[in-house]
Nanobody, 124 residues
Framework: QVQLVESGGGLVQAGGSLRLSCAAF????????MGWFRQAPGKEREFVAA????????FRADSVKGRFTISRDNAKNTVYLQMDNLKPEDTAVYYC?????????????????WGQGTQVTVSS
């Protein structure tokens, strides 16, 4: 089972940018489809973006389209989430997730491995 470690979170003003990274260890990274989710206090974990095994397909939640970009570098065993034009409502703990198999999946239950999360706080 692959292990995931997120980094890159922090405090940023509205309109700013952050780039989250998720490094994978202990598995064949190219076998995994990857996803980013977030969870704000008092709310359920929600889908943000997903990418298939080789990066040829991506999908983003409507709330982040045009602002967030998911990408991956299989040579570095890393998936990224570039977040631009951040809004206060983007404040949450962001989690990286991995699942075996082809395609794009959007539900937390579709992913078998999770990172510990990284906090993103956007001030107004």
């Amino acid at each position: 089972q692959v292990q995931l470690v997120e980094s890159g979170g922090g405090l940023v003003q509205a309109g700013g940018s952050l780039r989250l990274s998720c490094a994978a260890f202990g598995g064949t990274f190219g076998s995994y489809r990857m996803g980013w989710f977030r969870q704000a206090p008092g709310k359920e974990r929600e889908f943000v973006a997903a990418i298939n095994w080789n990066g040829s397909r991506t999908f983003r939640a409507d709330s982040v389209k045009g602002r967030f970009t998911i990408s991956r570098d299989n040579a570095k065993n890393t998936v990224y989430l570039q977040m631009d034009n951040l809004k206060p409502e983007d404040t949450a703990v962001y989690y990286c997730a991995a699942g075996l198999g082809a395609g794009i999946f959007l539900r937390p239950s579709d992913f078998s491995s999770w990172g510990q999360g990284t906090q993103v706080t956007v001030s107004s």
